[in-house]
T-cell receptor, first 115, second 115 residues
Framework: DQQVKQNSPSLSVQEGRISILNCDYTNSMFDYFLWYKKYPAEGPTFLISISSIKDKNEDGRFTVFLNKSAKHLSLHIVPSQPGDSAVYFCAATVKGAEYGNKLVFGAGTILRVKS | GAVVSQHPSRVICKSGTSVKIECRSLDFQATTMFWYRQFPKQSLMLMATSNEGSKATYEQGVEKDKFLINHASLTLSTLTVTSAHPEDSSFYIC???????????FGPGTRLTVL
């Protein structure tokens, strides 16, 4: 039972254009969402997060949008740069010590930015 | 940002031997650490939660006698793969959240190859 889904295994974008990575979730208990970037043979690095009380969070070139009614979030990268080429993981959790800070990850989307 | 280290980064061992992987939070204390496993082209799979001062909690389907976890201090957790077999070959990653934070910081991962 995949609680966090990233249905696009890969995405190819031209340098300078917008990259949009999508993520859907099924567990309505999730109230905090994160995006991580991962290069091969390295651990994921945190990019941006959003709480369920918001519908948008922006940090430089990265913006995350959350649509709670649709249980959908997306990561926008603009403008895309070749260095953004990596695997992007969407993750979700339930705030609070009771849940133990566990993150549930999607399968990842490989982003390739062509120069 | 916070730094989490893992040692070793790569290990090759013979079938039947045991391998210990260390995860350290370098500039913050972590009462909880998480151990993940990533197969090629697949998502991060949470194996277990390492709890300082108490037993680890394992996810369904993960053999606790196979993957021994010890959270020796607020900055160190170890994962020991006992009697390793080729099917245990994988990329193992740990993460640690700061206390009272939803953000998790990941180690660089350990590539285990069992011959």
């Amino acid at each position: 039972d995949q609680q966090v889904k990233q249905n696009s295994p890969s995405l190819s974008v031209q340098e300078g254009r917008i990259s949009i990575l999508n993520c859907d979730y099924t567990n309505s208990m999730f109230d905090y969402f994160l995006w991580y970037k991962k290069y091969p043979a390295e651990g994921p690095t945190f990019l941006i997060s959003i709480s369920s009380i918001k519908d948008k969070n922006e940090d430089g070139r990265f913006t995350v949008f959350l649509n709670k009614s649709a249980k959908h979030l997306s990561l926008h990268i603009v403008p895309s740069q070749p260095g953004d080429s990596a695997v992007y993981f969407c993750a979700a959790t339930v705030k609070g010590a009771e849940y133990g800070n566990k993150l549930v990850f999607g399968a990842g989307t490989i982003l390739r930015v062509k120069s | 940002g916070a730094v989490v280290s893992q040692h070793p980064s790569r290990v090759i061992c013979k079938s039947g031997t045991s391998v210990k992987i260390e995860c350290r939070s370098l500039d913050f204390q972590a009462t909880t650490m998480f151990w993940y496993r990533q197969f090629p082209k697949q998502s991060l799979m949470l194996m277990a939660t390492s709890n300082e001062g108490s037993k680890a909690t394992y996810e369904q389907g993960v053999e606790k006698d196979k993957f021994l976890i010890n959270h020796a201090s607020l900055t160190l957790s170890t994962l020991t793969v006992t009697s390793a077999h080729p099917e245990d070959s994988s990329f193992y990653i740990c993460s640690a959240p700061r206390i009272r934070s939803n953000e998790q910081f990941f180690g660089p991962g350990t590539r285990l190859t069992v011959l």
